[in-house]
């Protein structure tokens, strides 16, 4: 029986090996944790994360949401893993973190044919690997430099880097009831998020604190460089004073009851577990300095006396120039016999790596027992991400799934209809592919 080194027990990593062991693969999952943890691990288990405890919309009519349609369809070990933990969150799928790494921790290591070791893989011609038919690369955005250094040199191209920034998290009993209220801009009867709302006054003070705050110097190999859909809260302010008042602030749909008004700006807070004991400040990723951030964050409305159980920081990402360095299989074009998956290949997301580890399972279970997968058509949301890390680019960036990577519809419609469309050529083009795949008899 064929194995299969998989390198990394994060969202990628464990999804890779679910999809091999469940087609009788043998797979040795490499994770180096507890031995070491990188700048922004902290648990033990696998599958952890370190960012927000969202998985984005669970909207049809969206990109991300399509996306974990599939990978439902797929018996994705995430989406299993997200559903039995979720925490209530509008249209979005949260989770309870520490539960939902629990959960696919006791499932990949109850799993027959999976064995995990506990080991740092520094380099690619590490013993562990050499009995392997196939290694897999899913070391995540933190991965060790010299592991990164090995795959630099395997890739035969320089590894790119930016930077994601995390954002505070504060413990809801110190939250001031009396200034805050609940409600979702786009569900008024949900009850899910807290707000703060801020006046014209409160808000311009805040801009003007976060703007001149101080922030923690970068590391001497680290270069300011962030990914758009990612900006810390401060880079965002930097902008115009009025930018977070259209973005990450904007009161759109949201009314003060004690006041019957829509606010100048409004500060959202979404729960990080079911127990509702700790909220996440809602696109406030970051990195100033741990002190500035009681600061400046204290400023907000009902976060005067917050007790902060999480602050933020900047953790460094890695990746390669996909369409340059990987093959349509996500194998290295330099390196036969290695693979990536996550967010090391360019996507963005703790959806969007989980999806292309399970891919990557999916293909090389197929390969290894004999067959193979049709190619995923471009108007699927899978498909559409994959694309994205084969289109040759000048200037390769990491990207989220959304219907600007697939195929124009070329009709005419509004808004919200377009939408539409987009997931009901989606959905045909998928049901399709799963039949000729022989995925929908499995």
């Known amino acids: ?40 691990h902290k648990s033990p288990g696998l599958a952890e994360l370190v960012c927000s405890n969202s998985l984005r919309s669970r909207e049809p009519t969206t990109g991300v949401g399509l996306l974990k349609e599939e990978m439902a369809a797929l018996g994705s070990l995430v989406m299993e893993a997200a559903l039995a933990c979720e925490v209530p969150a509008g249209k979005a799928l949260a989770v309870d973190r520490e539960r939902f790494s629990a959960y696919v921790t006791e499932r990949i290591e109850g799993l027959a044919g999976v064995e995990v ?15 392997s038919a196939a290694v897999v690369v899913a070391a995540g955005p933190l991965a060790g430099e010299s592991l990164a250094r090995s795959l630099a040199e395997a890739a035969g191209r320089d590894s790119l880097h930016f930077h994601d920034a995390i954002a505070p998290i504060v413990a809801a009993e110190s939250i001031d ?55 810390p809260v401060e880079s965002m302010a930097e902008r115009g004073e009025m930018t977070l008042a259209f973005g990450p602030l904007k009161p759109v749909g949201l009314v003060d009851p004690r006041t019957g008004q ?14 509702r004991t700790a909220f996440n400040l809602v696109g406030f990723q970051t990195r100033l300095r741990f002190g500035e951030q009681k600061r400046v964050f204290g400023l907000i409305p009902g976060l005067e006396q ?8 900047m953790h460094r990402n890695t990746f390669v120039d996909a369409p340059r360095v990987l093959g349509p299989d996500l194998g290295l074009k330099d390196r036969p016999g290695v693979f990536l998956a996550g967010q090391l290949t360019g996507v963005e ?8 580890g ?85």
């Open 1 to 40: 029986m064929s194995l299969v080194a998989v390198i990394g027990g994060g969202l990628a990593g464990c999804e890779c090996a679910f999809k091999l062991a469940r087609a009788g693969v043998r797979v040795r999952l490499l994770e180096m944790k507890p031995g070491r943890y990188s700048e922004a």
């Open 306 to 313: 917050a007790e902060f159980l999480r602050l933020g920081s």
């Open 117 to 131: 070791l506990r080991r740092e893989v520094r380099d690619l011609d590490d013993p562990l690997l050499a009995e």
């Open 358 to 442: 399970l891919w990557l399972g999916l293909g090389l279970a197929r390969r290894l027992t004999g067959g193979s997968l049709p190619d995923l058509p471009r108007e699927t949301a899978l498909g559409a991400l994959l694309g994205h890390l084969r289109e040759p680019a000048k200037n390769f960036q990491p990207s989220n799934v959304h219907f600007g990577l697939m195929p124009a519809l070329k009709v005419r419609a509004p808004k919200r209809r377009r939408r539409e469309l987009y997931a009901e050529r989606a959905r045909m083009a998928f049901a399709r592919w799963l039949a000729e795949a022989g995925l929908d008899r499995e």
């Open 262 to 275: 829509q606010p100048f700006a409004v500060v959202q807070l979404r729960p990080e577990n079911r127990e």
């Open 177 to 231: 009831p009396e200034r805050v209220f609940p409600g979702s801009r786009y569900r008024p009867e949900d009850a899910d998020y807290l707000n703060c709302p801020l006046d014209e006054a409160e808000y311009r003070r805040f801009v003007a604190e976060l703007i001149r705050a101080e922030r923690a110097p970068l590391r001497d190999f680290e270069q300011e460089v962030h990914f758009e859909g990612c900006l």
């Open 349 to 356: 997301g703790y959806v969007e790596s989980a999806a292309c």
